[in-house]
């Protein structure tokens, strides 16, 4: 299909010239430069999936089959994915192409079990910069490696509105110079855009040589200068520029010169800096359009409301899903009847509006010209549109730099109109020295090569503490963490079992300042979820990016204004969902499936689903390394055969099938005991087994790592029962245990043997190398990309075969 057809039926529409170009383009660019309101995402997402299904061969093979599309803040990502769906609906691809929005809890549970699938994944960079360094936000750590492996592998990045993104975006690009450098399985490049986007920011110490060679991709000059282009419109789009007359320090005289600005049945939008001062603009603004008069008094007449009286909206990043989604759903209606929104930086990229006024709080240059495409964004006010800058003190710029607000400040009191034409051709004519003043880029880390090795390992250390990867993502102050409310009995959230881990629709970002500031005054209590007991515990210290449980009473929270550290009513729990939940000695995927099933009628399954995984990749792989996977894939589930796993599964076991002979049991249909050795891997004892027959590394370590729990090395943890005798002990399997002889289906059966745990000593065995030694090898062989990915599949394809347990199987 031609791309102007296949363009036109996704939208609509035909597409702009740049669009085109972008999908034809050889090759792919690096950079993307367009203004606001220029149908940037229809651009991408559609040149991707034309690329990817109906280019050329060559082209084809070349596309990545996922699009992570990555957006600076908590950006109502929701919007996107429903456009999206919209576009893959009207090309009759719905059921083809996944799209999916990681934003943490459940939303996370299936996308990474189809890694052979096209799919778009839209999320913050909090949630995709830390799931592409192995530390994903809002994800259980044994999740932790299947969408590292995946998304930095076969997968095309799409960074958008870069000029927000801080330390994130130096982040991006070290991340592209490492997947070079250690390579991956497919391609996985990274496209840079924004409508102010400058090479320059890129230039980290392992991308800087790289950035001069990057291709830019953007409107022509013809085009800017066009009137025949269907553009036009948007791009000569008249808005005058004013100051404001007061500031967000006096809330109430703002919100009357807001509320004097607005016309009735159009939309004015106010940006501000911070969640604090929308609140107070918003609460100024309710109180005169909505004045409460005193008893027995009439409202004075300065204070008399609009009649009829506008439609307010108060819109940040700071709600759960199901109160985002309202919101927005009030925000479609508002662009239609009109309305006030008192937002702030949310609506700077992603958000798909067009207000007739707009008031914006002084900003550094690329959020302003941000902000200014969310007013006559289509030029459909033809005698232009008013913007007024809201001035800040320079002392109290935050979240941003005072030399970038007083830059910014210089240049608007120059001009008159901030229309897309009108900034460009004012920026034309600064000098560079003034050009360098408006998009200054310093990060504040820039994270290194070694860092992202130490990623790779996720073992929990013996305080279950991690490497902090927050400030490699945002700056010091803009860190968040996700808090959701429960209630229950008591004063135990475990007893008498504990609370399920969240869904997403009940996960809240609340500011990392925030949550510590209360956590100190004793004003709320705390609960985080300890991987290795499995128990939520009281929090005594406050990490980004990790979700944390709060009582109900605790209050923080309300509907209408979101997350409040003032608000101390109760809030009302989203419903909790049967999440699975996730800990170091917690089989849930062996435990309360369908039906009882053998070993070996597990193991042919998981064959059979791997199969089908890498008949869908194609020549992604190479035969050795599909040899070696399917090896694992026969393999995995020995270690279920070790008498600890057997017993747990059956001890409750009353309506247990008789076994057949030679066989044992994988799964079963009801809760299973504890484990006899607490902290038992089953996983560890398979691939103990295989090493002490000889099997490669490479096999053994996809089976040991195929439930994100066994990693770069062995060691037994504090919540293990000891071995008797001195013996050694790591992960409830015990030094001189039998590991039986069982059926793994396909005509393989395995010799008993008994267990070793040489390898986590370090140095050699008997001639042998560590666990350790043996997994560093495999690090400088493949690197840490592709091999998570190998592990990802394994993964992937024993979960599949978990879900859908079938009876029979067995030979």
């Not at 550094?364 to 010209?369: L, N």
């Not at 800058?389 to 109290?396: C, E, L, Q, T």
């Not at 710029?397 to 607000?405: G, L, Q, T």
């Not at 009302?572 to 070993?599: C, F, H, M």
Request: net charge negative; with cysteine.
């Amino acid at each position: 299909m031609e791309y102007q057809k296949f363009f036109q039926k996704a939208t609509g529409n035909p597409p702009y010239p740049y669009q085109e170009r972008l999908a034809e383009a050889d090759p792919w660019p690096d950079l993307l430069e367009a203004p606001t309101g220029a149908g940037k995402t229809e651009a991408i997402v559609l040149a991707w999936l034309w690329r990817r299904r109906y280019a050329s061969p060559a082209v084809r093979a070349a596309t990545p089959r996922r699009l992570a599309y990555t957006l600076p803040m908590r950006v109502l990502v929701e919007q996107t994915k429903e456009r999206v769906h919209k576009w893959l609906a009207a090309l009759g691809e719905a059921d083809t192409v996944s799209v999916e929005i990681l934003m943490g809890g459940d939303t996370d549970n299936d996308w990474d079990l189809y890694p052979e699938r096209e799919a778009v994944l839209i999320g913050t960079q909090d949630m995709l910069l830390s799931r592409a360094l192995n530390r994903g936000y809002a994800l259980g750590r044994a999740r932790w490696p299947m969408p590292y492996g995946l998304l930095n592998n076969d997968c095309l990045w799409v960074f958008d509105e870069v000029q927000l993104m801080g330390s994130g975006l130096a982040t991006t690009a070290q991340l592209a110079a490492f997947r070079e450098k250690f390579q991956t399985w497919g391609n996985c490049p990274s496209l840079w855009l924004s409508a102010t986007l400058r090479p320059d920011w890129l230039e980290t110490v392992d991308f800087r040589e790289k950035v001069e060679r990057l291709t830019m991709h953007g409107l022509t000059k013809s085009e800017w200068r066009d009137t025949s282009s269907p553009l036009t419109g948007r791009l000569k789009a008249k808005k005058i520029l004013g100051k404001a007359k007061f500031t967000a320090d006096d809330p109430k005289k703002l919100a009357d010169e807001i509320r004097d600005a607005h016309q009735l049945g159009a939309l004015t939008l106010v940006v501000l800096n911070t969640v604090k001062k929308a609140v107070a603009v918003y609460d100024a603004l309710k109180a005169l359009i909505q004045p409460a008069p005193k008893r027995g008094k009439k409202p004075a007449a300065e204070q008399a409301p609009l009649t009829p009286a506008p439609d307010i909206l108060l819109l940040h990043s700071r709600f759960r899903p199901p109160e985002r989604q309202a919101k927005m759903q009030q925000l479609e209606q508002f662009a239609k009847s009109g309305g006030i929104v008192i937002s702030t930086q949310v609506v700077e990229a992603g958000v798909d509006m067009s207000a007739r006024a707009l008031f914006t709080e002084l900003s550094p240059w690329a959020s302003f010209v941000q902000r200014v495409g969310r007013c006559n964004r289509y030029g459909e006010f033809i005698k232009g549109t008013e913007v007024f800058w809201i001035d800040v003190d320079s002392k109290k710029a935050a979240p941003y730099e005072s030399e970038e607000v007083d830059a910014a400040r210089v240049e608007l009191k120059k001009m008159e109109d901030v229309g897309p034409r009108a900034l460009r051709d004012y920026l034309d004519e600064l000098s560079d020295a003034k050009r360098e003043k408006l998009y200054p880029y310093t990060p504040g880390s820039v994270i290194r090569k070694r860092t992202v090795e130490e990623l790779f390992d996720t073992t929990a250390d013996l305080t279950d503490a991690d490497l902090d990867v927050s400030p490699y993502i945002r700056e010091d102050a803009e860190r968040d963490v996700q808090v959701f409310w429960r209630k229950w009995d008591g004063d135990n959230p475990n007893t008498p079992e504990p609370q399920p881990l969240p869904a997403r629709d009940e996960l809240c970002t609340a500011p990392l300042a925030d949550v510590r500031d209360l956590l100190k005054k004793k004003a709320v209590t705390l609960y985080r979820w300890d991987f290795l007991e499995s128990v939520w515990q009281r929090g005594d210290s406050v990490v980004a990016g990790q979700v944390y449980l709060l009582l109900a009473e605790d209050g923080r929270y309300s509907a209408e204004f979101g997350w409040a550290v003032d608000v101390t009513e109760a809030v009302e729990p989203v419903a909790a969902q049967n999440v699975l939940s996730e800990g170091n000695d917690r089989d849930p995927y062996s435990q309360e499936r369908k039906i009882w099933q053998t070993i070996a009628g597990h193991t042919n399954q998981v064959v059979e689903e791997l199969e089908n995984i890498l008949k869908q990749l194609g020549g992604l792989l190479t035969d050795k390394e599909c040899a070696e996977l399917r090896h694992a894939a026969r393999w995995h589930d020995w270690g279920k055969a070790y008498y600890v796993f057997q017993e747990a599964l059956t001890a409750k076991a009353v309506e247990a099938p008789n076994l057949l002979q030679g066989h044992l049991w994988g799964k079963s249909n009801q809760k299973s005991e504890r484990y006899k050795h607490p902290g038992f891997r089953h996983e560890l004892a398979s691939a103990l087994g295989m090493v002490s027959l000889g099997h490669s590394d490479l096999s053994c370590y996809i089976v040991a790592t195929h439930h994100g729990k066994v990693r770069l090395s062995i060691r037994s943890l504090p919540t293990e029962k000891p071995a008797p005798d001195g013996k050694r002990f790591a992960r409830g399997v015990w030094e001189g245990d039998p590991l039986p002889a069982v059926k793994l289906g396909g005509g393989v059966v395995t010799p008993e043997v008994t267990l070793s745990l040489a390898p986590m000593e370090l140095g050699l065995s008997h001639g042998q190398p560590s666990w350790a030694e043996r997994v560093l090898q495999l690090l400088e062989d493949y690197g840490p990309f592709r091999l998570a990915y190998l592990e990802a599949l394994l993964c992937a394809a024993d979960r599949r075969a978990s879900a859908n347990a079938r009876p029979g199987g067995d030979e």
